[in-house]
């Protein structure tokens, strides 16, 4: 889902008068400064006429700007609602948590169960063994591996300590993953290769 850090940008340009900031790209990704601006210079190697820099370090739509990594569908709710969109409302959730947490404990309170083939990005065994460990503190459960794929959750778990406060916002939080999934395949058509 790294596609949708450089979709990001286009996201705050869509949606804050055609400026991107750090701080901004910051608020809906959850990058940190110096990975704000690598991607900042990803999306400007990748798309070179689309920024242009601005004053007091930020970045312009230039006048050729055309978003290269959302779909006309995405285009459209972003010109039409701005920051209420479900797509801007999507990426700042995700950026509220951390992704593999909250898919591990979303899962886990809603379905019971969670398949690691479903993680929103790859990850090694290593990152896939410690998120589940968290998640079983976490959420005061023991958590069982079905097959070399799919866990189980074999208590209840305890809403009050999972990373969601209520079973909807976990729900919402699914629904914002499944989005977002769908931009990053779209996106990740358009990224040039490095090669």
């Known amino acids: 889902m790294k596609e949708l850090r450089l979709a990001a940008i286009e996201v705050v340009l869509l949606t804050n008068d055609g400026v991107l900031t750090r701080s901004k790209l910051s608020e809906i990704t959850g990058l940190g400064p110096a990975q704000v601006t690598r991607e900042i210079l990803k999306y400007r190697e990748a798309f070179p006429d689309n920024l242009k820099l601005g004053q007091s370090k930020h970045y312009n739509k230039s006048d050729v700007f055309a978003p290269k990594l959302l779909t006309k569908s995405a285009q459209k709710e972003l010109a039409q609602k701005g920051v209420d969109s479900d797509i801007y409302e999507a990426f700042k959730m995700q950026a509220q948590y951390n992704f593999l947490d909250a898919f591990i404990d979303a899962n886990l309170l809603i379905n019971k169960r969670f398949s690691n083939s479903d993680f929103p ?29 799919e866990y189980h959750g074999v208590s209840r778990p305890l809403v009050g300590n999972s990373v969601f406060n209520k079973v909807k916002d976990a729900k919402d939080f699914l629904s914002a993953l499944e989005l977002l999934t769908k931009m990053s395949r779209a996106a990740s058509k358009n990224i040039p290769s490095n090669d």
């Open 121 to 149: 990005e790859k990850v090694s065994i290593a990152t896939e063994k410690r998120a589940i460990s968290r998640a079983a503190d976490r959420l005061s459960i023991e958590i069982k591996r079905m097959s070399p794929m």
